[in-house]
């Protein structure tokens, strides 16, 4: 026969659980006191602080035709100032509830909407401002609107799923499809808007040189590397790709800016601008950043997978509780 009281009733007991050992339970009241006057000061900020200090500071005279935000910002910053405050108050929410997923996809959609309205019709309005009377365009070209279209719900979709387990591995849907738009956004920016300006800005009497028949041609490939870098991150093909890519932007700004002095007239005032200090500034940049590439695929090759396992780490299931088993009985 066993004596029961020589045994510590702590012998008996079950362990605690881990969730009595876990993190305190946010202080929602604290949270979303400091999410308001986040989301109020976000405001201030966006909506009367700028238009305050651009005057200031003398970057805005008094006499711009731009004197404040069109109605459609005013209702873009209160959003931004809205979520930015939600954003705080709700971080310590439990991932892939029910509110979780609702509070993702709403930030998602939010960022969508809020990036086309910025990216379209509020650019151009302001644009509208500042150009000379009868300029010959008024609207962004037809595709530049699909551009925005995508950027704007590629980005409100990686809000929705940046912190799913989706995204925790490299998952090679979003980095084709982000390598898609990082090249068509470079091709954008580095060959269709040069060709697109130069011409237009010309027609308004502004001198500006030609630009030359390699860009195109050089502009592509830099485009085709850097989606091809983006899409290749998670593998030791990125570093070799990022020093081409390197390569070809350096290549880029000798064919697009040259080295001869840039002579602007217009409306008569003329200017004189000495580009190879800025030239030679912006080939260093690059070459620094070419440097940490060459680093990188050093280690990819010395190491492979070292890199990849800690940028992308594989999500850590939470662990399971095994069930407590009651204590028997003595016998």
């Known amino acids: ?39 109020i000061v976000v405001y201030i900020v966006l909506d009367w602080l700028f238009w305050f200090v651009l005057p200031t500071i003398g970057l805005l005279p008094s006499s711009s035709p731009i004197t404040g935000w069109t109605p459609t910002m005013y209702a873009v910053w209160i959003v931004v100032a809205v979520f930015a405050g939600a954003g705080y108050t709700l971080a310590p929410m439990p991932r892939y509830t029910p509110g979780w997923w609702a509070w993702r996809i709403a930030g998602g959609v939010a960022l969508a909407v809020v990036l086309f309205l910025v990216l379209d019709s509020q650019v151009w309005y302001y644009l509208d401002q500042i150009l000379p009377s009868n300029p010959p365009i008024s609207d962004w070209p ?44 470079t091709y954008f920016a580095a060959v269709w808007l ?88 912006l080939i260093i940049v690059i070459l620094i950043s070419m440097s940490g590439d060459v680093v990188t695929t050093v280690e990819d090759f010395a190491r492979p997978g070292e890199r990849r396992a800690w940028q992308y780490p594989v999500p850590v299931e939470p662990p399971t509780v095994p069930p407590t088993v009651p204590p028997t009985a003595p016998s």
Request: proline share 9%; no cysteine; glycine share 10%.
């Open 1 to 39: 026969m066993t004596d029961v009281d020589s045994h510590p009733a702590s012998a008996e007991s079950p362990p605690p659980s881990p969730a009595s050992t876990g993190p305190p339970a946010p202080r929602w009241a604290i949270r979303v006191g400091v999410g308001i006057a986040l989301a």
């Open 142 to 185: 037809s595709p530049l609107y699909q551009l925005w279209i995508v950027v704007a719900v590629l980005l409100g979709a990686r809000f929705a799923l940046g912190l799913s387990r989706l995204f925790s591995v490299p998952w090679w849907v979003w980095r084709a499809v982000g390598g898609v738009l990082m090249g068509l956004g």
């Open 194 to 281: 040069p060709l697109y300006l130069v011409p237009t800005v010309q027609s308004n009497g502004v001198t500006l040189a030609n630009l030359s028949s390699w860009l195109p041609v050089v502009g592509i490939l830099f485009a085709l590397l850097v989606g091809a870098a983006y899409a290749a991150h998670p593998t030791r093909a990125f570093g070799p790709i990022e020093i081409g890519a390197g390569v070809l932007e350096i290549l880029y700004l000798v064919v697009l800016i040259g080295t001869a002095p840039w002579a602007i007239a217009a409306h008569s005032i003329a200017a004189s601008v000495g580009v190879t200090t800025v030239l030679l500034g």
